[in-house]
């Protein structure tokens, strides 16, 4: 049996990102998945300006070193589609230059982005990486260590300190940290990849469409390399039971019938399946942390409610989680009363942020307001303009919360 100080199970951003920060710090770590990579992950495959910063606090060189990767794409910004079919484009910087500025945000397959960071792994003599070793069975020992098993119950690693970043499905986030499912704060997803699909944005905007016989739910186009593009939709697990909605059977009845999907799509062909997956939204404070272990990215529930983003907030958990792990073996304390620096430390950086997107989720039971603003700004640039820094500023955008913002939006 394997013994270490601190275990990493899921390899995916988060579980990556926590093992180069302790290999930065000299803190050796054992980091695990089932999987062997490159492999596919279902995702949006959407990278924010926030993963660029991380990937720069891991090393200054790495955003460099992936915009020269050739499976990625520089992304300019978002067109949000209204339901009323007005189009609010937020570049990620307004006034851009693309010959002089730096993208702020990129996209590229999970296949890709993934194995980028496991690349960088693999070169930290800090980190053994196991992979293709799936754990299912976790027990706890009398001094709160975890000895971890395979699903033939062979005693695999004893751990001082479990880091779960193994996703949405964690068996150890349900049954060991005890987070259920809500269908509040859980959303439904389908990805597909399509190539061909006409009229993509030249400067790469991602777009998401709200169509207002798929509200609350969203529709999205996400160009990608090789004439390549990410399309797919999402919608609250709630809405989805309630309404009975069959995702797959909406996604294709929207490509097939919608005026502009039907044009754009009319040469597109579908490539692979369609997948599913469910994302665990971070529109609820949950407790993220335990005796001898802490939760990083979808298994700690972290994903943006309104945009679905989780790349970066698992990036940002797992560099927290090393923090922690670093302050835990300098004084051998695992208790769970310690490890609560590393909830308030990741909430500090992403409950103002995440709450607000929860508002901005709830707009979406009010299409004619989303109508009213996007018709606004698709004519007036300086709102616009206050909009695009929205996205960028939190304390602005929390004029989004504010009954008087649309008060004044509506009659001026």
């Not at 039971?241 to 009845?253: D, G, H, I, Q, W």
């Not at 369609?274 to 005796?291: A, F, H, T, V």
């Not at 990741?346 to 929860?358: A, F, G, I, T």
């Not at 004029?399 to 004044?408: D, G, N, T, V």
Request: hydrophobic share 40%.
């Amino acid at each position: 049996m394997y013994q270490t100080d601190i275990c990493i199970m899921g390899a995916g951003p988060g579980g990556a990102t926590a093992a180069l920060h302790l290999a930065n710090k000299g803190i050796p770590s054992l980091l695990i998945d089932k999987a062997i990579f490159p492999r596919d992950k279902v995702c949006g495959d959407a990278l924010s300006g926030k993963v660029v910063n991380e990937l720069r606090r891991i090393a200054s060189e790495l955003p460099a070193l992936f915009s020269q990767q050739q499976e990625q794409l520089p992304s300019w910004g978002i067109h949000f589609i209204s339901p009323g079919g007005q189009q609010l484009s937020v570049p990620f910087k307004y006034n851009y230059n693309k010959v002089q500025d730096s993208p702020a945000g990129y996209i590229s397959k999970r296949m890709h982005f993934d194995n980028f960071l496991i690349e960088q792994v693999r070169q930290r003599p800090e980190v053994q990486l196991w992979e293709g070793v799936e754990l299912t069975q976790y027990e706890r020992q009398q001094d709160g260590s975890f000895i971890l098993s395979g699903k033939d119950g062979q005693p695999l690693v004893q751990a001082k300190l479990l880091i779960a970043a193994n996703g949405a499905q964690s068996g150890f986030a349900r049954h060991v940290a005890q987070l259920q499912q809500e269908p509040e704060h859980y959303c439904a997803g389908l990805r597909a990849y399509y190539y061909n699909v006409a009229a993509l944005d030249q400067d790469n905007f991602i777009e998401l469409h709200f169509f207002k016989d798929f509200l609350p739910g969203y529709f999205w186009i996400f160009p990608l390399p090789n004439g390549h593009a990410n399309v797919g939709v999402g919608m609250l697990s709630s809405a989805v039971s309630k309404k009975k909605v069959n995702l797959k059977k909406e996604m294709l009845r929207m490509i097939a019938t919608h005026p502009e999907l039907q044009k754009r799509f009319a040469n597109a062909q579908l490539i692979d399946d369609i997948k599913g997956y469910g994302l665990p939204l971070g529109s609820k404070k949950r407790s993220i942390s335990g005796d001898n272990y802490m939760l990083v990215g979808d298994a700690g529930a972290l994903i943006d409610p309104f945009t679905g983003e989780g790349i970066s907030n698992a990036m940002i958990s797992g560099r927290w989680a090393a923090e922690q792990a670093a302050a835990c073996l300098q004084v051998q304390n695992f208790s769970a009363a310690f490890m609560q620096k590393y909830d308030a430390a990741v909430y500090n950086r992403l409950w103002k942020e995440l709450k607000l997107s929860r508002k901005m989720q709830q707009l979406l039971n009010y299409p004619w307001l989303f109508n009213q603003v996007a018709s606004k700004a698709s004519k007036n640039k300086a709102l616009a303009e206050t909009i695009s820094c929205m996205f960028n500023d939190l304390d602005l955008r929390e004029r989004l919360k504010q009954p008087s913002f649309y008060l004044k939006l509506l009659f001026n």
